[in-house]
């Protein structure tokens, strides 16, 4: 099931869920969305997955692009989890979405009760080798029309 959460700058972030019981928020990665997390998710009964898709990710929007940041996306789990469920929640997920739990995790303990870290993402440096290739599609992207980039 999706429906969608609107931030406090108005952006509209689409939540994914599946399953009946404990709430897990498990975040996807960078260049991924809800289909990542529901791969990746134990089927097993008792639990429900929620996947607030990140900004500019699946059928969320990006908002400002100024406010693309692992701070704002988790600010807006933060803002998700406080809204709509029972808190401290368990909270984890994959690379970049490894890197907004853990985010959420330091800046706000109230609201998380476990992680779940899977290929955390960790930056020490701005705009590390590794993210070259994403850094070229967005060039493409934002200078040629879709089917040229």
Same mark, same amino acid.
């Given at each position: 099931?999706?429906? %969608?959460?609107?931030?406090?700058?108005?952006? !509209?972030?689409?939540?994914?869920? $599946?399953?009946?019981?404990?709430?897990?928020?498990?975040?996807?990665?960078?260049?991924?969305?809800?289909?990542?997390? =529901?791969? $990746?998710?134990?089927?097993?009964?008792?639990? !429900? @997955?929620?996947?607030?898709?990140? /900004?500019?990710?699946? /059928?969320?929007?990006?908002?400002?692009?100024? @406010?693309? =940041?692992?701070?704002?996306?988790?600010?807006?789990?933060?803002?998700?989890?406080?809204? %709509? *469920?029972?808190?401290?929640?368990?909270?984890?997920?994959?690379?970049?979405?490894?890197?907004?739990?853990? /985010?959420?995790?330091?800046? !706000?303990?109230?609201?998380?009760? $476990?992680?779940?870290?899977? /290929?955390?993402?960790? *930056?020490?440096? =701005?705009?590390?080798?590794?993210?070259?290739?994403?850094?070229?599609?967005?060039?493409?992207?934002?200078?040629?029309?879709?089917?040229?980039?």
């Amino acid at each position: 099931m999706s429906i %969608n959460f609107e931030t406090s700058d108005g952006t !509209r972030l689409n939540v994914d869920t $599946a399953g009946e019981g404990m709430p897990v928020v498990f975040l996807h990665g960078l260049c991924g969305d809800a289909g990542q997390t =529901s791969e $990746a998710f134990p089927t097993e009964p008792g639990y !429900r @997955r929620v996947t607030i898709e990140a /900004r500019g990710h699946g /059928r969320s929007q990006s908002g400002g692009l100024d @406010r693309l =940041s692992i701070e704002t996306f988790a600010n807006d789990v933060g803002a998700y989890v406080e809204a %709509n *469920l029972e808190v401290p929640v368990i909270i984890g997920g994959i690379s970049l979405g490894a890197a907004i739990s853990l /985010r959420l995790a330091v800046k !706000r303990p109230d609201l998380v009760r $476990a992680l779940v870290l899977a /290929r955390p993402a960790w *930056l020490t440096a =701005s705009a590390p080798e590794n993210m070259i290739p994403n850094a070229e599609v967005g060039h493409l992207l934002t200078h040629l029309p879709p089917p040229a980039a």
